[in-house]
């Protein structure tokens, strides 16, 4: 279980066969093989971690159901260079975000970001199928595992508005018109919704 507060970025330098091989300043050296951690939103098991040229360097095997539902596949690898990184939430850590799962429901597709005086609005494209009640005015949402709130919804999109620490502290700040983000829907959404039925 994570926060959806992005302790640091790693840099992936290769991803083949399912294996990501990733870098990163976070301190992992209370990590261990076995241990979870959040990878664009993604619930990743290390399968093997070092420290070397004063960076930690993990790897992690990506499924095939993954690859399919997240932006963890072949042919985006180059967009994903740079990774929002969360190590596992302990007993007693600061709650800051909301509880992320790292359970990619689906992806979607950056519209548009506005460079406003106080914070950036980034505009995605909404779902025109059964998920699309989950996309509601103030909720909450996890988008390449960062916890952020929903601000504004239609019918074609909804909108996020990112302050200037998690703009410079995420990848959200690499990221173009047209490319894919990770997406996880609240559980309490979730949960709401399953009681009505």
């Known amino acids: 279980m994570f926060t959806g507060i992005i302790q640091d970025l790693g840099k992936a330098i ?9 870098t990163t300043p976070l301190d992992l050296s209370d990590c261990n093989i076995g241990s979870s951690i ?27 159901e993954t690859q399919q539902k997240t932006t963890f596949s072949n042919n985006l690898f180059n967009k994903l260079i740079s990774i929002n990184l969360e190590k596992s939430l302990k007993i007693g850590d600061e709650i800051s975000g909301h ?4 359970h990619v429901d689906r ?3 950056l519209l548009n970001v506005t460079n406003l005086n106080n914070s950036w ?13 989950y996309i509601v005015d103030k909720a909450s949402i996890a988008i390449n595992g960062i916890s952020l709130t929903i601000a504004n919804v239609s019918a074609k999109n909804f909108s996020i508005s990112v302050i200037p620490h998690t703009y410079e502290s995420t990848n959200l700040k690499f990221i173009n018109e047209n490319d894919l983000v990770n997406i996880e829907f609240d559980y309490l959404a979730r949960f709401s919704e399953r009681s009505k039925n």
């Open 14 to 22: 290769n991803f083949s066969n399912g294996e990501l091989e990733v």
């Open 38 to 64: 959040c990878c664009n939103g993604v619930c990743l098991t290390i399968t093997e971690i070092d420290f070397k040229s004063n960076v930690h360097y993990f790897k992690a095997t990506v499924g095939e």
């Open 99 to 102: 509880f992320v799962y790292g």
């Open 107 to 109: 992806t979607t597709e």
């Open 121 to 133: 609005e980034f505009c995605f494209k909404n779902f025109q199928d059964q998920d699309k009640k």
